[in-house]
């Protein structure tokens, strides 16, 4: 059984500290045997059903030439059909719809929660692969059953070879300058851009991958733009500096400086805008258009009730002062107490009568903790 407060690098040949100053979103680093309780991860058996129910994203890749991959999107039925071709199974977000899988998320208590994008397992008979590519975000690749050999290059590459007529993107004729092989426990992790790439080395080989959320900041300028927009007036429009007759259609110098007015007044916001808008938009970012909303409580009527944050939800805060800060939640911000704003993003399951006493006697607090019940934020945790 893990400890209370699990870590990654318990029993490793590296420290945390060590780790960020040589690793992090550098280079790869190899964790041998981490001592991860794989027990909260759906089985091959589980991952199939998974695949069948509405809703779950999965795909099937296969390969006819070894070359260009292919994929098939949501039928997971159609796995017999392409059984000859290698076939791995892939399922999305599994911490959403197998919720015991968040307990995974605990051994890395070093990373922001806003920061995990979603977990995704894979199952793949021996010689199986979906391809030599990159990702642009960190991954953790977590071995769960069965082995697989990882083929891994030192640094990112900025501008890999493409196979041109693939449907998915695989890189041509890799060279790797690392070749591993990953058992049960064992976990390779890998900065954004490293071109990477596994085969199944056994008959029911499933890997976990742990991936972190990165918003280009195309994306994240683009939600950042449309917040600080929303509530400016009609009347504020563009006006001409019009000194001279003239039909010409230059663009001039009033142009350019009009817009660079706008952007320099955007980038004068104070601190606790800024986070505001940071807030809302990372929060927002690949949330579920339609997610489950039952298993709502009623807080009225079990003084023992046990809750917990939806698998759905994505929560940070930004403290503004001492007693007060910004809770983001889902692209929404609420103020609250700091207490209470570490507490919901800090942990995954409360008890309501604790979070009432630490709201006390902060209206705020009480009305923010109904709202979230409501909204399937804070939703009913099951009983063990």
Known sequence: MPKNKPNVFDGQAIGASEFFQ???????????????????????????????TEGVQSRIVFTEDQRCYQAIYDEPDAWNEVAHHHPTLLVSDIEKWYPEARQLLAWFPFIKSWRFDDLMMS????????????????????????????????????????????????????????????????????????????????????????GLRAPADAELLQAVMELATQDWPPSQRFTDDVNQLASHADIGTHEIQHLRTLFQNLS??????????????????????????DNLPSVKSDANLTLQTSPFAVLAYHIENQTSANLFVNGDAYQCSVQLAKVLCDQSEFQWQELKHLAGTEMSDLRLLHQLIEAGVLIKAPQN
């Open 22 to 52: 040589t690793h992090w979103q550098q280079a790869p680093y190899l964790f041998k045997q981490t001592g991860i309780d794989l027990s909260c991860l759906p089985d091959a058996e589980e991952l199939f059903a998974l695949a069948g």
């Open 123 to 210: 199952f793949a008979p021996e010689g199986a692969s979906v391809g030599a590519h990159t990702d642009h975000y960190d991954v953790f690749l977590l071995q769960v059953q069965g082995s697989r050999q990882w083929s891994y290059d030192d640094q990112a590459t900025n501008d890999p070879a493409w196979v041109s007529d693939s449907e998915l993107a695989v890189i041509e004729q890799h060279q790797a300058e690392h070749t591993v092989e990953l058992y049960a426990g064992d976990m390779l992790y890998l900065p954004p851009g490293v071109i990477h790439h596994g085969i199944s080395t056994s008959s029911d080989c499933v890997t976990c991958s742990i």
């Open 268 to 293: 004068q916001a104070d601190e606790a805008t800024l986070a505001r808008w940071f807030g809302q938009a990372v929060t927002q970012y690949r949330l579920f258009d339609d997610e489950p909303v």
